[in-house]
Each structure stands twice: as C-alpha cells, then as structure tokens.
C-alpha cells in the first residue's frame, strides 16, 4: 500500500489510482505500519471509503470527529469529507480498504438518482460508523470482506462480482443513513472548506518558502483561528502538516527519481540540508540515503 499518493486534482482532492483502467475501484489490505508514524496524511476525494478492521485497533478522524474503531467494526466515510486514520497507543492494526466512486453504481440514472444520490448530497452524513454487533453494520461488513476476498481471488469476471456486492452493500448503507446516526456536535462547513483551502495552498506552495502568516492569509483569517482549526480537524499545528506534507513528496521523490539529495530538499522547501535531514529522521526513523537504498 503506498504511503502518499502526490497526484492531486485541481482542487487539490486526491486522485485514486484504481486498480484496473477504466473501472473506478480500489480495494487493498493494508497495515498502519506502513505510515509513518502509524498515521495518514490527512486527505479528501471524491470516492467513498470503507474501513473494516481485521486485527487491532484504529483511530479514525472525519472532518474533527475521532472514531475509535475496535476490531470487526468499520466505517464509511462519504464523499469529500476530510479524513485520516492513525493509531492506538502505536499499536499497528491491519485493516481492509475499499474505495470506489459514486459512478461506479449509476448503470440505472432512476436508482442512482433515488438512492445513491441522497446520501452524498446529505450533509449531516459525514460517515456511517459500522458496528460488528448491529445487524445491518455487520451486513456491510460481510459485503466488505466478499470484496476482499473476490479481489484477491482475481477469477475472471471477479470485478463484476465486485459491482454486484457494491450494490448490495449500498442497499444497506441508504438503509443506514435514513435512519440516521447518533447525533454529533454540529460541524461549521465553513471551517471545514477554510480547512480544505489551507491545505489545498500548503499542496500547491509547499516548495516555496511559507510561513504561519502566508498560510493564514491565503483563506484571509487570523493566525490564532487558522492554528485552532487545524488543531480541530487535523490535530497538528500548520506549520507540522506542512513540514509532514512536505517530508512525504521528498519520500515519493526519493523512492521515483534519480535527483539527489540536496536537489529533493530544495524542491520540497527545506533551504538547508542539515534541517531537512533532522526533519526526515525524525519522521522515517532513518537518513534519507538509507531509504532511498531501502526502497530501491
């Protein structure tokens, strides 16, 4: 499973690489561990996301809410919420991943437009979590695991399987969201599109030199509120989402190109190579010539 993926749209949601062309699904088994720090980078597109854990315990935030997610349950998180998962007390947790867009369950326009729509237009439905013991939760999570289990199969027609059980599943999760979850505090959008805004400048200038100012700035607010709302909903300070941003493309650029060292430190905002060195130890537990060499 990659650790970040750096391809991005205009608006600066991320970009899906499905597993087959043509067919927007991504179904993977994946490990906290293979994070840094046990933690993902905090991130939004336009796919649905299911979780459902095998082994361990993970934390999941969507959009300032933290869902703790104990093993067998799961969570769906809808379309463009903020969200990232990390873990318990750095326990590692082994966890399925499903992701695939709305499109994909549009063959019939009458029952996208009476069943899937509804749910991706309901703004209180930031995400369903799937409790193992609740009926219609460990539906969808049977439907997950016959996923997994279809995908890793790979027999012919397997995807069409696939598109079948997704329809199945999502008959339960528009069961789900009429009846509603439990209530949450209410979220302020416009906190969350500032959120999305600041993070989709950090995206498009992390190579230049910003600082806290430049950052607060681009969305016209104060220092003091743009600190507290990346503390809501990302549970870092600016300036550490924008160093950890900046440390991943510098791994991505290590693992995918032959520049060097100095030239990845540059391009990724970090004007002193003795910095950007402590600054990556400290994050991946090792130099950057060692995980370049690890990761040949």
């Not at 318990?88 to 992701?99: K, R």
């Not at 999502?170 to 500032?194: C, H, M, Y």
């Not at 300036?239 to 650029?253: G, H, P, Q």
Request: charged content about 25%.
């Amino acid at each position: 499973m990659k650790i970040i993926n750096v391809d991005i749209m205009q608006d600066t949601s991320e970009i899906v690489h499905y597993d087959e062309m043509g067919i927007p699904l991504y179904v993977r088994i994946g490990e906290l561990s293979f994070y840094p720090g046990k933690k993902a980078l905090c991130h939004w597109h336009e796919d649905m996301e299911f979780i459902r854990i095998l082994k361990g315990e993970m934390n999941y935030y969507v959009n300032g809410h933290n869902v703790l997610l104990k093993e067998n349950d799961g969570i769906m998180v809808n379309t463009r919420q903020l969200h990232y998962g990390y873990s318990v007390c750095q326990h590692d947790c082994t966890f399925i991943c499903i992701l695939f867009h709305p499109s994909l369950l549009s063959a019939n326009k009458t029952l996208y437009r009476k069943y899937v729509q509804p749910v991706l237009d309901n703004r209180q439905l930031e995400y369903l979590y799937l409790d193992a013991s609740r009926r219609e939760s460990s539906l969808i999570l049977k439907y997950l695991d016959q996923i997994s289990e279809r995908k890793k199969g790979g027999e012919a027609g397997y995807d069409l399987e696939i598109v079948g059980l997704l329809n199945l599943l999502w008959r339960n999760v528009f069961s789900l969201s009429e009846k509603g979850q439990p209530e949450t505090e209410d979220t302020k959008a416009s906190d969350i599109r500032l959120q999305k805004d600041m993070i989709s400048y950090i995206h498009q200038h992390f190579s230049e030199k910003i600082t806290l100012d430049d950052i607060a700035a681009s969305v016209s607010i104060c220092r003091s509120k743009c600190c507290r709302i990346f503390r809501r909903y990302l549970q870092q300070s600016p300036v550490d989402f924008m160093n950890t941003y900046r440390l991943e493309v510098s791994a991505y650029l290590l693992r995918n190109t032959d520049k060097s060292i100095t030239q990845i430190a540059v391009d990724c905002g970090f004007n002193h190579l003795s910095y950007f060195s402590q600054q990556f130890i400290r994050h991946f537990k090792c130099t950057p010539r060692e995980y370049r060499h690890n990761n040949l």
